[in-house]
C-alpha cells in the first residue's frame, strides 16, 4: 500500500507537468490581447509594449513557460496583470471560502445522502421509497442557482431576515460564520445529496442480495448492525467516488453560490481571471485544481482499502 | 485599470445625483428641500415629490453607515482607477468640484481658483489641508507639489481616466510656491475646469505611492474618510478623519461598504434592514414593495453607464447618409425603454440626459428621433436595400448588451434590415473588435463622464486617444464645431453651443446612435439623513449626510 500510495505520489511530478504546458499554452492560443485588456481604449501603442515588456509577455513563449514553472517551484505564482497583488496572496485568501464551502457541503451531501439512500434501498418500493426517490428527482432537477436565490428571497419575505453578509473567519465570529456558510452549502449540497441518495440506494440493493448479508440475517444479527456494518460499507465504494469528485469540483469554486451569498472564493475569482486573460492567475488556479484532483483521488482510493479490505493495490 | 472587471461592473454602477422622491411616509429629509431649492423648474414637477415644508436638521454626528454595492472597485487609486470615484472620492479630494446640479465650482483641496487669462489656472492651496494622521504621511500638510506629483502621474497612465488635458493640452505646470499650483494650456480649453473637478485629479501623497506602489488597497488621503481596510470581494471600511479640513465633517463615525455582487441578494439584504443603502437601481416593482415602508426611502438617481450603439461609417453601408438616418430612426426608443427599463427611461442626445444641464430637452429629442418605420424602409429603398440588409453586429457578453442588440435587432427587422448579433467574449471583443473598430454596427458601454467634451470628442471626433473614434468618422466640421465648445469659457454660453453641436451631430446620424438611459433609483434607510448637498465628485465626498441617533 505504501508502495502504491509513493508510486501515485511520483506519477504527480509528469501529470502536473502536462498540465501546466497545456494551460500555459491554451491562455495563449485563446483570442484576446491582455494588454489591450488592460490598458484599455486609452493605450497608446508604446503603453501596450511597455505593458507587454514589463510582464514578460514579449519573450518567447519557451522563455515565459520556464520562467512561470521555475516561480511555481519556489511558491511564487506571479503577479496580477489587473491588481498587480501576488496571485499567492489572493489564493491564500480564497481558498479556505472555498474549503468551508466545500467541507460543509460534502457534509450535507453525506447527511442527507446517505441516511436517505439507505431507507429507500432496505425498503424498497414502499412509501419511504418512493418519497425519497421523489426528493432526490427534485433535488437533482433544482438549479442551484435558483435554490440559492430562494433561500435569500423565502427567508426575507417570510421572516424579514437575510444572512449577514460581510465575511468573518469561523476562528473569529464562528456562529456568524455557520450562518454565511449554512445557506450556500445547503443550496450546492442538496442537489449533490440527491445523486448520492441514488447512488446509495441503488449499491445498498445490490449489497443486500449478495451471500454474506443473507449470512447475516440468517445469522440473527439485528438489522441496524447488518445494515451499517455489513451492506453499507460495501456499498459506499461508489460514493466515495462521487464525493472525491464533487470535493474536487467544488474547490474550482462554486461561482453561482459565490455570486449569490457574496463569497470571495475561487469561484468568482476563477471567471474573473479568465475573462480578464490574467493568465498567471488562470494557470495558478489550474494547478491547484489538478494538484486537488489527483489528491482527492488517491484519497479516494485509499478510502477503497478500507471499505473492502479484499482490495488490494500492486 | 481593469478593463474587462470595469465594464462588467458598469451596469449597476450610479451617478451620485440625487433628487428627493418621496415613496411612503417618510418625513424629515430634509435634503428633499434642499434639492428642490437647487433645481429648476421642469423635472422635479414629474416627480411624486410630496409637500414637505423644508426642516431645519441638525446633523447628528456618530454612528457606523452600512453600506451595500454589486461592484468590487477593484481598486481605489484615483489616480489610475477609472470605477471607484464614488470612493475614492471619500479618500482623496481633488482641488476643486463641480456641483453638477448648480454648475457652482466647490472648492476642496484649493481655496480659490484664479484665470487671469484663457489659458492659465491658478489654483490657491488652501492652508491646513493635510493628509490623513497615518502611515506614511502623519498629517502633514498637502503642498502644490503634491498636486504637481498627482498631476504626473495621472499623466504618466496607464489608466482609462480621461487625461487629455494633461497628455495633448497642457503646456505644462508647476509649484510657484507651496501653495500656489499654476496649470497652462497650449490652447483655449475651457473643459480644463471640469476636467480638474474630476475624481481622476485628486491629490495624493508621493510617500504613500513610493512605499506601496499604487494605491489600490492602501492609502493615505487628504478626504473626509480613513481606510482602515479594502478587502477585495468582500468590503471596504473607512473611518471618519478627525483632522479634515472641514472641521466637524464627517458626521458619521464609520463606514461599511459591503460588496454582494448578486443585485437580488442585495436587494433584500437592504431591504430586511441590514443595510443602510444599496446601490440596486429600485424599479418600480422594487419601489412598490416598500412604498408602504416607512423605513426605507427611494431617490432618484440616474445612471450615466449607458449603451451606445457605434456604427462604423467610414464604409457601406453606414457610409450612405440614407442608411444612416434610416436606421437611426428605425430603433423605436419608446419600445426600448420599455422593453429594458419598464417603461422608466428618457431619451438621451449625443450627451446622456442625466448630465441634465447639457444634455438636450426630452421633447425636442423625441421629436428628432421619432420612430418612424415607414420613411426608414423608404431611405434604405433609396439606397438600394430595398431587398433587404445584412449586418455584422458583434456585442460582448456583458451587462444589457446582448438584450440591447436583440431589442434594437427587431425593429431592424421591422424595416428589413437583419441584424446578425455575435455574441463575444469580452477579451475578445475589446481587442479584436472594439478598439479595432471592427463592426458594421455594435453596441457597448460607454467611458463615464461628468462633463460634455469627453463624450463628444470621444464619439464623434478625435476618440479616446485623439487618433480615431470607434465609428471610424473623421468629419472636419464636426471637430471644428467641437474644438470651437473649447473657446467658450462662459458656462451658460457653452450650455447653449453644446446644445447646438449636439442638433448638428443628430442631423448627422453617426457614427453614434444615442438610444435611452434609466430613470435610475436608489435606496436609503431612513436613519440617513442630509443626502448629498450637491451631485458628482461633490456628493461622493460623503460629507454631508448623519445617521440619526436612537
Known amino acids: ?314 | 485599470m481593469r478593463p474587462a472587471g470595469y465594464w462588467r461592473e458598469l451596469g449597476s454602477r450610479r451617478l451620485s445625483r440625487r433628487r428627493m422622491l418621496k415613496v411612503g411616509a417618510v418625513a424629515g429629509l430634509g435634503a428633499a428641500s434642499l434639492s428642490l431649492a437647487a433645481c429648476g423648474g421642469g423635472q422635479e414637477e414629474e416627480l411624486e415629490t410630496t409637500e414637505t415644508p423644508a426642516v431645519e436638521l441638525t446633523p447628528q454626528p456618530g454612528g457606523r453607515a452600512q453600506l451595500g454595492i454589486s461592484v468590487d472597485p477593484g481598486s481605489l487609486d484615483p489616480n489610475l482607477s477609472v470605477v471607484s470615484g464614488f470612493l475614492s472620492c471619500r479618500i482623496h479630494n481633488p482641488l476643486h468640484a463641480i456641483n453638477m446640479d448648480t454648475q457652482e465650482l466647490v472648492p476642496l483641496v484649493a481655496e480659490a481658483l484664479e484665470q487671469p487669462d484663457e489659458t492659465t489656472f491658478i489654483w490657491r492651496l488652501r492652508r491646513g489641508v493635510r493628509f490623513q494622521n497615518v502611515d506614511p504621511t502623519y498629517g502633514r500638510e498637502v503642498n502644490a507639489e503634491d498636486v504637481v506629483y498627482s498631476f504626473d502621474r495621472l499623466k504618466a497612465g496607464p489608466t482609462l481616466n480621461d487625461r487629455k488635458l494633461l497628455t495633448r493640452y497642457s503646456e505644462g505646470y508647476e509649484a510657484t510656491d507651496n501653495y500656489t499650483f499654476r496649470l497652462r494650456t497650449n490652447r483655449n480649453y475651457s473643459p480644463a475646469l471640469d476636467q480638474t473637478g474630476n475624481f481622476s485629479y485628486c491629490v495624493v501623497p508621493r510617500e504613500a505611492v513610493e512605499k506601496w506602489g499604487d494605491l489600490s488597497t492602501r492609502a493615505a488621503g487628504c478626504g473626509a474618510w480613513i481606510l482602515d481596510d479594502y478587502v477585495r470581494g468582500e468590503r471596504v471600511r473607512l473611518r471618519k478623519n478627525p483632522d479634515y479640513y472641514r472641521a466637524g465633517r464627517p458626521f458619521p463615525d464609520e463606514e461599511e461598504w459591503l460588496i454582494i455582487p448578486d443585485t437580488g441578494s442585495l436587494w433584500q439584504t437592504f431591504r430586511t434592514g441590514r443595510l443602510d443603502y444599496s446601490n440596486v437601481n429600485v424599479d418600480k416593482f422594487k419601489r412598490d414593495e416598500v412604498k408602504n415602508d416607512p423605513s426605507i426611502a427611494v431617490v432618484e438617481s440616474p445612471s450615466l453607464y449607458t449603451i451606445n450603439c457605434y456604427i462604423r461609417v467610414d464604409r457601406p453601408p453606414f457610409s450612405d447618409d440614407r442608411v444612416r438616418e434610416a436606421l437611426d430612426i428605425a430603433i423605436d426608443r419608446d419600445d426600448y425603454i420599455t422593453k429594458l427599463y419598464f417603461g422608466e427611461g428618457k431619451y438621451n442626445g449625443p450627451v446622456p440626459w442625466p448630465l441634465e444641464y447639457w444634455a438636450l430637452p426630452q421633447d425636442e429629442l423625441r421629436s428628432t428621433l421619432a420612430y418612424d418605420p415607414e420613411k426608414a424602409k423608404q431611405l434604405l429603398s433609396a439606397a438600394g436595400y430595398g431587398d433587404g440588409l445584412e449586418l455584422q453586429a458583434p456585442v460582448p457578453n456583458i451587462g444589457d448588451c446582448p438584450q440591447v442588440a436583440t431589442i434594437v435587432a427587431d425593429h431592424y427587422r421591422k424595416v428589413g434590415a437583419n441584424l446578425k448579433i455575435e455574441l463575444k467574449d469580452l477579451g475578445v471583443y475589446l481587442s479584436q473588435y472594439l478598439y479595432a473598430s471592427e463592426f458594421d454596427i455594435t453596441f457597448f458601454l460607454n467611458l463615464p463622464y461628468m462633463e460634455p467634451d469627453m463624450p463628444l470628442r470621444s464619439y464623434y471626433s478625435q476618440g479616446q486617444n485623439a487618433d480615431k473614434n470607434p465609428g471610424m468618422s473623421n468629419d472636419p466640421q464636426v471637430d471644428s464645431l467641437i474644438e470651437g465648445l473649447w473657446e467658450i469659457f462662459d458656462r451658460e454660453e457653452r450650455r447653449k453651443a453644446v446644445l447646438d453641436v449636439q442638433r448638428v451631430l443628430l442631423k448627422k446620424h453617426g457614427p453614434l446612435y444615442p438610444l435611452c438611459s434609466p430613470e435610475g433609483y436608489v435606496g436609503y434607510s431612513s436613519r440617513i439623513k442630509g443626502i448629498q448637498e450637491g451631485t458628482g465628485v461633490v456628493g461622493w465626498l460623503g460629507i454631508s449626510y448623519w445617521l440619526e441617533q436612537s
Open chain 1, 1 to 314: 500500500m505504501i508502495q502504491y500510495i509513493l508510486r501515485r505520489l511520483l506519477l504527480f511530478v509528469p501529470v502536473m507537468i502536462g498540465v501546466s504546458i497545456l494551460t500555459f499554452t491554451l491562455m495563449r492560443i485563446v483570442p484576446g490581447d491582455v494588454a489591450a485588456i488592460a490598458l484599455g481604449q486609452n493605450a497608446t501603442p508604446e503603453a501596450l509594449e511597455e505593458f507587454r515588456e514589463a510582464n514578460g509577455l514579449d519573450r518567447p513563449l519557451p522563455i515565459q513557460y520556464l520562467d512561470w514553472l521555475a516561480g511555481l517551484f519556489r511558491g511564487d505564482f506571479g503577479e496580477s496583470y489587473f491588481h498587480h497583488s501576488a496571485i499567492r496572496d489572493e489564493l491564500a485568501h480564497r481558498l479556505p471560502v472555498t474549503g468551508e464551502l466545500m467541507i460543509m457541503s460534502v457534509v450535507i451531501t453525506l447527511v442527507l445522502g446517505i441516511p436517505a439512500g439507505v431507507i429507500a434501498g432496505v425498503r424498497p418500493n414502499t412509501w419511504s421509497d418512493y418519497v425519497t426517490r421523489t426528493t432526490a428527482v427534485f433535488g437533482l432537477s433544482i438549479p442551484n442557482f435558483w435554490l440559492g436565490t430562494l433561500l435569500i428571497l423565502l427567508p426575507a419575505i417570510w421572516f424579514d431576515w437575510t444572512p449577514p453578509f460581510g465575511r468573518v473567519s469561523f476562528f473569529d465570529e464562528p456562529g456568524k460564520n455557520l450562518v454565511q456558510f449554512i445557506l450556500p452549502a445547503l443550496a450546492i449540497g442538496i442537489s449533490s445529496a440527491a445523486g448520492v441518495m441514488r447512488l446509495v440506494r441503488s449499491s445498498v440493493l445490490e449489497v443486500l442480495r449478495q451471500d454474506y448479508v443473507r449470512t447475516a440475517w440468517s445469522k440473527g444479527l439485528p438489522e441496524r448492525t447488518i445494515i451499517w456494518r455489513h451492506v453499507l460499507k460495501n456499498g459506499l465504494i461508489p460514493v466515495a467516488t462521487l464525493v472525491g469528485l464533487q470535493v474536487g469540483t467544488l474547490l474550482g469554486g462554486a461561482v453561482i453560490a459565490e455570486q449569490i451569498f457574496a463569497l470571495p472564493g475561487m469561484g468568482l475569482f476563477t471567471l474573473q481571471s479568465i475573462l480578464g486573460r490574467d493568465y498567471l492567475a488562470v494557470q495558478a488556479i489550474v494547478i491547484l485544481a489538478a494538484v486537488t484532483y489527483a489528491v482527492v483521488n488517491l484519497m479516494v482510493d485509499v478510502v477503497y482499502v478500507w471499505f473492502d479490505p479484499r482490495i488490494r493495490y500492486a
